[in-house]
């Protein structure tokens, strides 16, 4: 199986703040990885996928990038609506699900 | 526009079948490039994904709960059915399904059931 490892796990940001999220693969998964934002009771809303395309509807806050075994989900000016949790899921082998990264707020 | 609901019941006993349905509209479950995925999630954990049926029929399972699970679909009724085998407390989640086009994210989902397993 394939093991997905975000990091970090808590993230604590101001509004305006530039942030960056890692989600490391167990072995290479190309660029078939997703990023999801998901807020308490709320299903998963996708962000991302192949790596770095941008899901129509998304802000341009976000982006994504990465391949082989390393990605990052990068939110270029922090809004109040972004603090949620973050999931990396990679779709290469059967899928996986990162463990999250809450991004809260300082 | 897509939209789909889970449903089922939300107590089950262990060693019991728990059987979900995911009632869809908006798009159709024969295209090929079409999938329709369950996933689940425990209370305060991140999401498990359980199984995936693509509009050719291919069926794909989580290796490590392969052998408790079957999908199926009934194109005509626009549903997609996932059945679990022995439940355990463990299982206790609440379990969605979700659209995918094939090689991207799931990007429509439904609201999710809750499901506990409890005697």
């Known amino acids: 199986d394939i093991q997905m490892t975000q990091s970090p796990s808590t993230l604590s940001a101001s509004v305006g703040d530039r942030v960056t999220i890692t989600c490391r693969a167990s072995q290479s998964i190309s660029s078939w990885l997703a990023w999801y934002q998901q807020k308490p009771g709320i299903a998963p809303k996708l962000l991302i996928y192949?790596?770095?395309t941008l899901e129509s509807g998304v802000p341009s806050s976000f982006s994504g990038s990465g391949s082989g075994t390393e990605f990052t989900l990068t939110i270029s000016s922090l809004q109040p609506d972004d603090f949620a949790t973050y999931h990396c899921q990679q779709y290469k082998n059967g899928w996986t699900f990162g463990q999250g990264t809450k991004v809260e707020i300082k | 526009q897509i939209t789909l609901k889970e449903s089922g019941p939300t107590l089950v006993k262990p060693t019991q079948t728990l059987t979900l349905t995911c009632t869809f509209s908006?798009?159709?479950?024969?295209?090929?490039?079409?999938?329709v995925a369950w996933i689940r999630q425990p209370p305060g954990k991140a999401p498990e994904w359980l199984a995936l049926?693509?509009?050719?029929?291919?069926?794909i399972y989580s290796p490590s709960l392969k052998t408790r699970l079957t999908i199926t679909k009934d194109t005509s009724r626009s549903q997609v059915v996932l059945t679990m085998t022995n439940m355990d407390p463990v299982d206790t989640a609440t379990y969605f399904c979700?659209?995918?086009?094939?090689?991207?994210?799931?990007?429509?989902w439904g609201q999710g059931t809750p499901v506990t397993v409890s005697s």
């Open positions: 192949e790596a770095s």
């Open positions: 908006g798009f159709s479950l024969s295209t090929r490039a079409v999938d």
């Open positions: 979700a659209h995918r086009l094939t090689l991207r994210g799931l990007d429509y």
């Open positions: 049926i693509r509009g050719n029929d291919d069926e």
